[in-house]
């Protein structure tokens, strides 16, 4: 079975704060992602990464920045967290690339105060 | 620019009746659609899928129907149950493995 891990399931954060939100996978797959999950505006991508070292911007990525050192780590950073960056983030593995279907880990449910 | 639309924020439906989730896209190009489900403080968990080149795929309770044409699918969920209340993701994917759109979701409630 697939498995994505993230660090935190629950965090609060002060305004200016450096932030990192990490996820693990243990399948050996090559693309990672970083969504955030907002209601009503469903889910936006962040950042992707189809490789070690390599990362593509998704459609929102002010504000934010990642690493991908290891395969199975793929990291978020938030520089400095500001209020309009509380959500629910979401990491995900590709674990079928002919269907699209992808594997989510449980969320980080990020505060920023 | 949203290519994939979920117009119903939320759905009611009585247990044991049908729930019928509509989703519409404006790419024509895309390969894949696919169904999630999201129960709160939880990662969204794959439920279906469908090929563009089909117009149908059933799994056990759940149907997905697709319209070219009309550039619309249909998630349909018999006999609905309680623990189907979640909200449900609509999503497409191009080949490439790395481009997916989502839609906003439609929140589903069953009714004891």
């Known amino acids: 079975d697939v498995k994505v891990t993230q660090s935190s399931r629950y965090l609060v954060k002060r305004t200016g704060e450096k932030v990192f939100l990490e996820c693990v996978q243990d399948?050996?797959?090559?693309?990672m992602f970083w969504y955030r999950q907002d209601p009503g505006l469903g889910l936006r991508l962040i950042y992707f990464?189809?490789?070690?070292?390599?990362?593509e911007k998704g459609d929102i990525p002010e504000g934010y920045s990642v690493s991908r050192e290891k395969k199975e780590r793929f990291s978020l950073i938030l520089e400095s967290a500001s209020t309009n960056q509380t959500s629910m983030y979401l990491c995900?593995?590709?674990?079928?690339?002919?269907?699209?279907?992808?594997?989510f880990g449980e969320g980080s449910r990020l505060t920023v105060l | 620019d949203q290519q994939v639309k979920q117009n119903s924020p939320s759905l009611s439906v009585q247990e044991g009746r049908i729930s019928i989730l509509n989703c519409d896209y404006t790419?024509?190009?895309?390969?894949?659609f696919l169904w999630y489900k999201k129960y709160p403080a939880e990662g969204p968990t794959f439920l279906i899928s469908?090929?563009?080149?089909?117009d149908k795929n059933e799994d056990g309770r759940f149907t997905v129907f697709l319209n070219k044409s009309a550039k619309h699918l249909s998630l349909h969920i018999v006999p609905s149950q309680p623990g189907d209340s979640a909200v449900y993701f609509c999503?497409?994917?191009?080949?490439?493995?790395?481009?997916?759109?989502f839609g906003t979701g439609t929140s589903l409630t069953v009714i004891p």
């Open positions: 995900a593995t590709l674990v079928r690339a002919s269907t699209g279907e992808l594997f």
């Open positions: 469908i090929s563009s080149i089909k």
């Open positions: 790419n024509s190009m895309f390969d894949y």
């Open positions: 999503a497409a994917s191009d080949n490439t493995g790395n481009q997916f759109y």
């Open positions: 399948m050996d797959h090559e693309n």
């Open positions: 990464s189809y490789d070690v070292k390599m990362k």
